[in-house]
């Protein structure tokens, strides 16, 4: 089971109570592992049970969950949430974050057309007069997964380098003198194509993406360096 992680500056979630479909009662759970900047945490059943004793039918896991949908830009999605009543907003895609105005909707089910559950909504930011809710899709989440178990907040690996947009494409624009990056990555026209195999479109997928590995990580970064395509390896730091 993942929900939001419930965790502010100065706050922390030690115990929750979930209400599942189909009753009424409230059942306690035992926290995991929880990772403040995706707003997700991991909690887990003290007895097990099988989807089958919420009403829930088999087959939903795994026909009812878009697993590797993409979430492109411009990808109409539906999200509900329960700020009281129940609330259903209509939006799309905007870089790896949904825009609209949806308060109480973290932790809720993101949807696509096709009524597939594409991501779990985090918490929103306000950009002026908008506000945007930023989403976690299932590929970010089965990466996250297996860091979930151990119970307490998970580490991030650290890069020790910049890297911002320019002319469309992403490059490094900042290497940290002796960090993790150092004589790996060059600021003298790198480009950044992928990490681990995931397309980096814009400056912050490369965030979104390092922000699943741990320290120690080797992480393969594809570049365009010099006109040509190489790959080079990083192993993050604490």
Same mark, same amino acid.
């Given at each position: 089971? *993942?929900? !939001?992680?419930?965790?502010? !500056?100065? *706050?922390?979630? $030690?115990?929750?109570?979930?209400? *599942? &479909?189909?009753?009424? =009662?409230?059942?306690? +759970?035992? @926290? @995991?592992?929880?990772? *403040? +900047?995706?707003? @997700?945490?991991? /909690?887990?059943?003290? $007895? #097990?049970?099988? !989807?089958?004793? &919420?009403? /829930? #039918?088999?087959? @939903?896991?795994? =026909?009812?969950?878009g697993l590797d949908d993409p979430l492109l830009p411009g990808k109409r999605v539906m999200s509900i949430g329960y700020p009281d009543p129940l609330m259903v907003t209509f939006g799309e895609i905007n870089a790896p974050s949904t825009e609209g105005d949806i308060p109480g909707f973290s932790g809720g089910p993101l949807f696509g057309s096709d009524g597939k559950i594409v991501a779990l909504n985090g918490r929103g930011e306000r950009k002026g007069i908008n506000k945007l809710n930023y989403s976690l899709s299932f590929v970010e989440i089965r990466a996250l997964l297996p860091r979930l178990r151990t119970p307490g907040p998970i580490k991030y690996g650290k890069i020790g380098a910049e890297f911002e947009k320019i002319d469309g494409v992403v490059q490094v624009s900042g290497v940290t003198q002796y960090g993790p990056a150092y004589g790996k990555l060059r600021t003298d026209g790198d480009i950044v194509l992928a990490i681990n195999g995931r397309a980096v479109a814009r400056s912050s997928d490369v965030r979104r993406w390092l922000l699943l =590995? !741990? #320290?120690?990580? /080797? /992480?393969k970064f594809h570049l365009r360096r010099n006109g040509a395509e190489v790959d080079t390896e990083v192993t993050l730091g604490e």
């Open positions: 089971i *993942l929900f !939001p992680s419930g965790e502010m !500056p100065g *706050l922390t979630l $030690e115990k929750a109570e979930i209400q *599942l &479909y189909g009753h009424t =009662e409230f059942e306690e +759970v035992q @926290l @995991l592992g929880d990772s *403040l +900047v995706h707003d @997700l945490a991991r /909690v887990d059943f003290k $007895e #097990p049970h099988e !989807p089958a004793a &919420y009403g /829930v #039918p088999a087959h @939903l896991a795994k =026909e009812g969950i =590995e !741990p #320290p120690g990580a /080797v /992480v």
